[in-house]
């Protein structure tokens, strides 16, 4: 009878070794594998969702630039391209003329870089009060586009005006 229980004991405790060292051996190394592969899948989930945002970033570039396609034209009309200096010179001359008052363009040094740049000018406009500020509107409505920083108005006499305007054009080299 001792012997049976010695042998019942053994056994028990084999089993229980045996059970121990599968869990030591087997299921906790697949309970790390299965941690691991979870976070794997929530990286690549991470990384998944990264790259759908971007690419309906894209997406949206895409459309953006299909939707403003048509005004490019107009954009680009609105720079003064390198054979264009004189007709600009010449606008703004007959524009005066047609205005019937008197001015005068001061271009500052053209940076000699290629892209569009930013070229400094100063306009002098002198004549009857009404028709300095019709030059001044039609100023405005130019094909060139003038970047006003400061403009300057004085009357020297009755019915008399004098404009002196410092800006921007832009220019496309």
């Known amino acids: 009878m001792i012997a ?12 229980i070794v045996l059970i121990v060292s599968t869990m030591f051996y087997i299921t906790i190394p697949a309970f790390k594998n299965v941690k691991e592969k979870n976070s794997q899948i929530s990286d690549q989930l991470f990384t998944a969702d990264q790259l759908l945002q971007k690419g309906q970033t894209v997406n949206k570039l ?18 003064i391209k390198p054979d ?25 040094d053209i940076p000699d870089e ?3 740049i930013d070229v400094p000018i100063a306009l002098s406009a002198n004549g009857a009060f009404e028709n300095t500020l019709n030059y001044l509107i ?3 409505q130019l094909n060139f586009y ?8 004085s009357s020297p006499a009755s019915n008399s005006l004098e404009t002196s305007l410092r800006g ?4 496309n080299n």
Do not use: M
């Not at 049976?4 to 089993?15: D, E, G, Q």
């Not at 003038?146 to 108005?153: A, M, R, V």
């Open 114 to 116: 290629n892209g569009i």
């Open 84 to 108: 264009e200096e004189l007709d600009f010179i010449i606008s703004l001359e007959e524009l005066g003329e047609l205005k019937g008052v008197e001015s005068h363009l001061s271009i500052n």
């Open 146 to 153: 003038i970047n006003i920083k400061s403009i300057s108005i």
């Open 4 to 15: 049976y229980k010695k042998k019942s004991l053994i056994k028990t405790f084999f089993s």
């Open 62 to 79: 895409g459309e953006d630039i299909e939707r403003i396609k048509p005004f490019l034209d107009k954009l680009d009309s609105v720079f």
């Open 138 to 140: 039609a100023l405005q």
């Open 168 to 171: 921007f054009t832009y220019w």
